[in-house]
């Protein structure tokens, strides 16, 4: 029963040409246009989530190689936290994280593995409006 309906369909596709072109080309510019501004959307709101994070910015650190900059990440060194805030009257605080891919407790005889971890500064809890579940 169904093969039926996609020979019908088929042969009204060959039959209105313009029609059926027309149709197919709308609807794949709809859909490609309705992925395009979901994948913005959850781009633009999948940052900045933070309270209070309206006052925070991340910086980013690009590598000269030879005579042209490469594209980098946020990754920078030590001193730059210290240095921009010295530089820079409008710097009120900064904090330094560092993200770990695994990361290994020990205490006495008690092992505890974490798949991934991170390690920030002390101002951390000052800049974010989070808190420790258990000190």
């Given at each position: 029963m169904n093969l039926l309906y996609f020979k019908i369909a088929?042969?009204?596709?060959?039959?209105?040409?313009?029609?059926?072109?027309?149709?197919?080309?709308?609807l794949s510019l709809g859909?490609?246009?309705?992925?395009?501004?979901?994948?913005?959307?959850?781009h633009e709101k999948s940052y900045d989530t933070f309270q209070g994070s309206d006052q925070v910015y991340r910086v980013y650190m690009d590598?000269?190689?030879g005579e042209q900059?490469?594209?980098?990440?946020?990754q920078t060194y030590n001193l730059s936290g210290p240095t921009i805030e010295k530089q820079f009257p409008e710097v009120i605080d900064y904090v330094?994280?560092?993200?770990?891919?695994?990361?290994t407790f020990v205490n006495k005889d008690k092992i505890i593995e974490q798949p991934s971890g991170a390690l920030a500064g002390a101002s951390y809890f000052d800049i974010f409006n989070t808190s420790?579940?258990?000190r």
């Open positions: 088929f042969r009204y596709l060959l039959k209105n040409k313009l029609y059926s072109f027309i149709n197919i080309i709308g859909i490609a246009a309705f992925i395009i501004i979901s994948l913005y959307v959850s590598y000269l190689e900059f490469e594209p980098g990440d946020a330094r994280l560092f993200r770990l891919e695994s990361v420790l579940l258990k």
